[in-house]
């Protein structure tokens, strides 16, 4: 499909998706939105190529929790809510972003201005008050985008919303791979790259999966320093675990992936899969 109908399609999907929040969004309940968000990324997903691959789901926390990711790309925030939507913490000057801005807005999405000192402890604060009530919020610990062949430094100061509150705080590591089982750079929106340079990067690098592992949920002790350089750790063993399947299986992130209606002994938890094919319909 080329490139142009492609994006023309996105384009389409983007503004329905302000219609869905615009029209729908007031009078349906939480659990409504909740489906709704999460189709609507699906669909957004396989319209970029790309089929989403869930492991270790069983340790998923859907209420009252920090969650916690690496980050990769603009395309996270859908990979996230295509598992189990979330609101997100987010850089001021995506609200300014034409569509993808407002409905980040629509969706709960806390903006921080992230060169103000004092803006981080208004948010440490609102995030402590929302975890607190059960509801769930994403942070990306890092501060920015990398290529995700590696973690960043993790910065500690959100983790004290997840100590204040004494809410859980749950690791999340997402990776991309290609058509041929390698890790993939083609999503990371990184250096001087701008939006539109980044979307024709993800688009001619598919087919892709994305692959997020759940970690198991981390008590939020007294210190965030520590729980920070847990969370760190969780990711980062779950990042170079799966780059391990890959190397060792070749053409796959590893020969445990089933769908969810397959059992195997050997793997108490499989993963959930979402296929999809280049052209951005569903398998």
Not at 22 to 50: Q, Y
Not at 81 to 99: D, L
Not at 223 to 232: F, G, Q, V
Request: proline letters at 5%; aromatic letters at 6%; a positive charge.
């Amino acid at each position: 499909m080329k490139l142009a109908l492609r994006k023309a399609r996105l384009i389409a999907h983007l503004l329905h998706g302000m219609w869905i929040v615009a029209t729908r969004f007031p009078k349906a309940s939480a659990e409504v939105r909740h489906t709704l968000n999460r189709e609507w990324s699906l669909k957004m997903l396989r319209l970029c190529g790309m089929q989403l691959v869930v492991h270790n789901d069983s340790a998923r926390l859907d209420r009252g929790a920090l969650v916690v990711a690496n980050h990769i790309s603009w395309i996270d925030i859908y990979v996230i809510n295509a598992w189990r939507p979330t609101p997100f913490v987010s850089k001021a000057e995506i609200r300014n972003w034409p569509v993808v801005g407002w409905l980040a807005q629509q969706l709960d999405t806390v903006f921080i201005q992230r060169e103000k000192r004092s803006d981080a402890k208004r948010i440490m604060h609102e995030l402590s008050d929302r975890l607190g009530a059960g509801e769930l919020m994403c942070v990306f610990p890092e501060g920015t985008t990398s290529n995700g062949l590696t973690l960043l430094p993790f910065h500690a100061n959100m983790f004290q919303a997840a100590v204040s509150a004494s809410a859980p705080v749950q690791p999340l590591c997402i990776m991309y791979e290609d058509s041929q089982g390698r890790q993939s750079t083609a999503p990371a929106y990184i250096d001087d790259l701008t939006l539109a340079e980044s979307l024709n990067m993800l688009l001619r690098g598919g087919p892709l999966t994305a692959h997020v592992y759940v970690g198991a949920p981390l008590a939020p002790g007294a210190d965030r320093r520590t729980l920070a350089a847990e969370a760190e750790g969780v990711i980062g063993m779950a990042l170079r675990e799966m780059q391990g399947g890959m190397t060792r299986s070749g053409a796959a992130i590893a020969a445990s992936i089933l769908s969810p209606s397959v059992s195997d002994a050997s793997n108490t938890s499989p993963a959930l899969i979402e296929p999809v094919d280049q052209s951005g319909r569903s398998a």
